[in-house]
């Protein structure tokens, strides 16, 4: 059974700093690994999907990181803004499934 | 861009009510899933529906059912609902292939007294 650590539960960093969000999973055999973020009573929005054979994917200030033989993925996410806060889920694809974290919440004080 | 729409958004229920949560997408997608959210524990799949006429149990089924109505419709129903099963659902629909992205929707917070 596929197990999805996010560590830490929550972060709270300045305005301006850069954000580093840890991911790891204990089966390597996975198809996909993506990054979602969640608001405040709002559902999960897909923010960067790396496959397998991927190393790293970027989307603008956010850049994720994979290293499947180890099971880890990291979330960085650039200048942070008071806009960035949000809870940040990690999801694993081992078939059609998706295992997720519990989460990180980051808030960007300003 | 509806996207994927859930109904209701809140609901109240006593011990033993049922309901059924409602869950529509218009973007042609094959497979649709359920989940549930707790605090601290991340999103459980609940059940999935592969495709249109196809459903199967996920991590949590117990006292959870399911119907694929057609390929836009996927319902989940608690027949005797418990104070367990409060919590937060959502629905997501994915078009499956390769990179099989999941889109959510809103979800729905369901209290059981």
């Known amino acids: 059974k596929q197990e999805v650590t996010q560590i830490p539960a929550a972060l709270s960093v300045p305005e301006g700093e850069n954000l580093v969000l840890n991911c790891s999973f204990t089966?390597?055999?996975?198809?996909?690994l993506q990054w979602f973020r969640q608001d405040p009573g709002k559902g999960l929005t897909s923010l960067l999907l790396?496959?397998?054979?991927?190393r790293e994917q970027t989307s603008g200030r956010l850049n994720a990181s994979l290293d499947k033989s180890s099971g880890r993925s990291t979330l960085y996410i650039a200048a942070s803004q008071p806009g960035d806060s949000a809870t940040y889920l990690c999801?694993?694809?081992?078939?059609?499934?998706?295992?997720f974290g519990a989460g990180t919440t980051v808030t960007v004080r300003a | 861009n509806a996207g994927v729409t859930q109904t209701p958004k809140f609901q109240v229920l006593k011990t033993g009510q049922s309901m059924t949560l409602q869950c529509a997408q218009d973007m042609n997608h094959n497979s649709m899933y359920w989940y549930r959210q707790d605090p601290g524990m991340g999103l459980r799949l609940i059940y999935y529906?592969?495709?249109?006429?196809?459903?199967d149990k996920g991590e949590v089924p117990n006292g959870y059912n399911v119907s694929r109505l057609n390929k836009r419709e996927f319902s989940l129903r608690l027949e005797s609902a418990a104070p367990s099963q409060t919590s937060v659902y959502f629905c997501?629909?994915?078009?499956?292939?390769?990179?099989?992205?999941?889109?959510f929707g809103a979800g729905t917070r369901l209290s059981v007294l």
């Open positions: 999801a694993v694809r081992s078939d059609y499934k998706l295992s």
């Open positions: 529906s592969a495709s249109e006429g196809t459903t």
């Open positions: 089966d390597s055999a996975i198809y996909n």
């Open positions: 790396i496959q397998s054979s991927q």
């Open positions: 997501a629909s994915s078009s499956g292939g390769s990179k099989n992205i999941q889109y």
